[in-house]
């Protein structure tokens, strides 16, 4: 049974917010191509995580529900500005397959996804001015501009073999934290919590976001490619170094071969090459180290919540935490 | 003389303008690659034809001068949206050269010029929600929502050989002519005209973009890569077929042989294969065709600046005019 299946209403909500992004995304009936295009994106198929951050911290304050709607409408922003970030990123990664379909440059073409994400953004800008929802669009606006930087931050760092932890962490917390921790702080702002529940949320959804990028990371490493949905290794491939690969670069022993097995798989990136950085990661216990760290963000978010009033969501919010930990990482969430 | 400058605190103003662009398009100065990019890029090299359109609009209303900063935000705003649009359309288009100089995606790739691209958009984004700018913001909002299905519809049309005018001037008022109708009616919002006067605005905005996209249309076939600053004939290469085309493939003697040669640049984009199109456009007229409706839009441009109260300003608007009809089409603007 899926989380919001639990929760009263929360699944009517859910379906609000995907009329709202079918609104949204709809392209005008003759542009074939496009209309392929967003309904084989992100925006058809994601798996609306962070909107339902939106709709679980929205429940937490004392406005709720007068404010249902617009958390609804602010769940679909921010999906929107998810889905169009994913379209212009698959471009730069090239990636060939996303949640086990093929990505939108793969099938249209580079031309089309530039559009196609472009299209989305202009949407999503013309939603949040027409809603009038000023404080929300700043929010929202902040954390796109960390967005792209942190995705900027990761293209300037591939295949540096030299890049450090927190260099990596930094670009982690604009890519990705930073939508996880607007959606919570979005749910809390529309529901009138106080400014330190707010800020709780907020950080709450950054450490989730941390740990959800963690585990991403993790799978690139430890699944297959059937169960995972897009090619495994595709970071290595990449030259996108990720926490157990740089805590290996940092390994005195086994550093300076896995720099030469990275820079090898620069040239060709093999399988059997990446199967050798993988063990070389191994063997420097990269992946046991990427684990503990998740596990203090585990223990962070945990304790974040601990400081809310008391509420039977943040038993709902607790089990997200609980399907991105470590042990989880086997299975897709 | 440039035209601001025979305007009484119109290059001060243009100064101001510059700053906040500066402001916006700053990348961190840790990012060498991002900021190489962004110096290279439309953001500091423009023409500067829309945000001065959104200064002269706004000396037209009674709140000018109390307006006069709030002008030149909704100009910078105005210039970093179309900045950031060039730089995604020069991915689209692979153009080699932009105003005589290397485009971001041919110097730094095409990754680089989508995350060059949506930075502008997002520090744009991000600067008109810390602004509380709100009805401007939503002008542009729809403005960038119409670039982009412009946009769109001209990829969609590429070497179409039976694309109607129609729909060319469908994608010419999204891509091109919605921005400079924005520029006039956020002058003329922000300097509090009536709402007759606006739209009179609007609409002269909108015939000088329509006028200035037919001449640069124009120029492709008629200017060499010198004065214009970037290829000829790249619209036949790429399949985009502007409006002497279009004539072209009407004509019943013309047409067949024209469509046949457009499909044989579509194969082999050589010199000669474009000469011979350029020569069966010119057999059909199409050249003068497009000059004639060139002619139509300045006149309804200039009547449309006579419908308005009596300003100095209006001179120097009919100046702009003045330098994109036909005549001029030898010389860069």
């Known amino acids: 049974m899926k989380l919001w299946q639990t929760i009263d209403g929360l699944e009517d909500d859910l379906k609000q917010v995907e009329r709202y992004l079918e609104e949204l995304a709809q392209a005008p009936e003759e542009w074939a191509s496009l209309s392929a295009v967003l309904s084989s994106s992100a925006v058809q198929r994601g798996k609306r995580l962070r909107p339902a951050l939106v709709l679980l911290t929205g429940r937490l304050g004392p406005d709720y529900p007068a404010c249902r709607d617009r958390l609804c409408r602010a769940a679909a922003m921010v999906e929107l500005a998810h889905a169009a970030s994913l379209i212009h990123d698959d471009i730069v990664d090239d990636s060939p397959l996303r949640r086990g379909r093929p990505t939108v440059q793969s099938r249209f073409g580079k ?3 530039v559009y196609a994400g472009d299209f989305l953004l202009s949407r999503l800008f013309l939603f949040l001015m027409e809603q009038d929802m000023g404080r929300c669009g700043l929010l929202l606006a902040r954390c796109m501009s960390d967005m792209c ?9 591939q295949f540096n073999t030299e890049a450090t932890e927190e260099a990596y962490f930094e670009s982690l917390l604009g890519k990705t934290a930073s939508l996880f921790a607007v959606s919570c702080e979005l749910g809390a ?7 330190k529940d707010m800020e709780s949320l907020r950080e709450f959804g950054r450490n989730l976001g941390v740990l959800f990028q963690l ?3 993790l799978l690139d490493f430890t699944s297959s490619q059937q169960a995972e949905g897009k090619p495994v290794h595709s ?3 990449q030259g996108l170094y990720t926490l ?3 805590h290996g670069f940092q390994d005195p022993d086994v550093g300076p071969l896995l720099k030469e097995a990275a820079r090898q798989v620069q040239r060709d990136g093999s399988d059997a090459l990446c199967a050798r950085m993988e063990e070389l990661v191994a063997r420097s216990g990269g992946i046991a180290y990427a684990v503990s760290v998740m596990e203090q963000y585990e223990r962070q978010a945990r304790c974040l919540l601990e400081t809310l009033p008391p509420n039977p969501i943040l038993k709902r919010m607790d089990s997200m935490i609980h399907k991105l930990v470590p042990g989880a990482c086997r299975k897709p969430v």
């Open 215 to 217: 585990r991403d990371d």
């Open 244 to 246: 157990p690969v740089l």
């Open 235 to 237: 970071d290595f491939k």
């Open 149 to 157: 930087c942190g995705e900027i931050r990761q293209y300037q760092a």
């Open 189 to 195: 702002l529309e529901s009138g919590c106080g400014p």
């Open 111 to 113: 031309d089309m996804a």
